[in-house]
């Protein structure tokens, strides 16, 4: 059982060492911009060591490229990919928020409000209620954007810079947040 141990954390670490090497090809492919040669290596990646956070990384790096580069349906592939695949939730997570921003460009709100759904890392759970309500506002269905994100303001701390977004979001929709309408009120 010890040799059987051994060798299994060996393998481990070799695969994450061919993972981190073939990482750093597709980082310098990014950092490039060369979508294409980032693609390529990504499916390679992908392919071998689609268990590690390597290829989940690769896939959020590459999806990035992509869509900067105008390729909206490969960025969505990459991104369903490892919102399916990777091995950690809060990588799931950011890439189901992202899924969800293409998705909300698009106008397929369903889909977006699906990937937002499946979101169940609570550390994320206040941008997916923000997202949220940016779906619902785009849908004119503006009551209920109120509520996401009036849940999205409860459940950022008070220090989150993105929390004055989301200020500015309830305001715009004519509902002052708690805080904000207190302090208003104190004045």
């Given at each position: 059982a010890y040799g059987a141990w051994n060798g299994w954390q060996w393998y481990q670490r070799d695969q994450?060492?061919?993972?981190?090497?073939?990482?750093?090809?597709?980082?310098?492919?990014?950092s490039t911009g060369d979508a294409e040669r980032a693609a390529r290596v990504f499916g390679d990646l992908r392919s071998r060591y689609a268990g590690t956070a390597?290829?989940?990384?690769?896939?959020?790096?590459?999806?990035?490229?992509?869509?900067e580069k105008g390729q909206a349906d490969s960025a969505r592939t990459s991104l369903a990919w490892v919102a399916e695949q990777a091995g950690?939730?809060?990588?799931?997570?950011?890439?189901?928020?992202?899924?969800?921003?293409?998705?909300?460009?698009?106008?397929?709100?369903?889909?977006?409000?699906?990937?937002?759904?499946?979101i169940k890392v609570e550390a994320f759970q206040a941008l997916a209620a923000d997202r949220r309500g940016d779906v619902l506002a785009a849908q004119g269905k503006l009551p209920e954007a109120k509520a996401a994100y009036q849940s999205a303001y409860a459940a950022?701390?008070?220090?989150?810079?993105?929390?004055?977004?989301?200020?500015?979001?309830?305001?715009?929709?004519?509902?002052?947040p708690p805080a904000a309408a207190a302090s208003e009120a104190a004045k």
């Open positions: 994450g060492q061919k993972a981190a090497a073939m990482f750093d090809e597709l980082d310098r492919a990014v390597w290829a989940a990384q690769g896939g959020l790096a590459t999806a990035k490229l992509q869509f950690q939730d809060e990588l799931r997570a950011i890439a189901r928020l992202r899924l969800s921003a293409l998705d909300l460009e698009a106008k397929k709100y369903a889909e977006a409000l699906a990937h937002l759904d499946a950022m701390g008070d220090k989150a810079d993105f929390r004055r977004i989301v200020e500015a979001k309830l305001t715009a929709l004519g509902a002052a």
